[in-house]
Nanobody, 122 residues
Framework: QVQLVESGGGLMQAGGSLRLSCAASGVAFSSYAMGWFRQAPGKEREFVASISWRGKTTDYTDAVKGRFTISRDNAQNTVYLQMNSLKPEDTAIYYC???????????????WGQGTQVTVSS
């Protein structure tokens, strides 16, 4: 059974940094792309970042380019999201997701974690 468990969320002032982690189990982690999504109150869940199976290709939504970095450690079955220069509009529940294929996409995911709350105060 595939399980994705996020951690690292919390309350941060604007301009600060957080690092989210997502530990995967029950899956051949290194065979799939991984992604991060977020859902703010009253809004639909949106794509944040993705990374290909070996980590060579990444993609980011425009709102986080230059501030967030996605990475993965296939030996540890873990994907990370380093978030710098945080803004109040980054406040959301952040979810990691397992891709359906090797290459990263923005919408082909089949398993999701339960999410971790990130709150950025102004």
């Amino acid at each position: 059974q595939v399980q994705l468990v996020e951690s690292g969320g919390g309350l941060m002032q604007a301009g600060g940094s957080l690092r989210l982690s997502c530990a995967a189990s029950g899956v051949a982690f290194s065979s799939y792309a991984m992604g991060w999504f977020r859902q703010a109150p009253g809004k639909e869940r949106e794509f944040v970042a993705s990374i290909s199976w070996r980590g060579k290709t990444t993609d980011y939504t425009d709102a986080v380019k230059g501030r967030f970095t996605i990475s993965r450690d296939n030996a540890q079955n873990t994907v990370y999201l380093q978030m710098n220069s945080l803004k109040p509009e980054d406040t959301a529940i952040y979810y990691c997701a397992k891709g359906r294929r090797l290459q990263a996409t923005r919408n082909e995911y089949d398993y999701w974690g339960q999410g971790t709350q990130v709150t950025v105060s102004s």
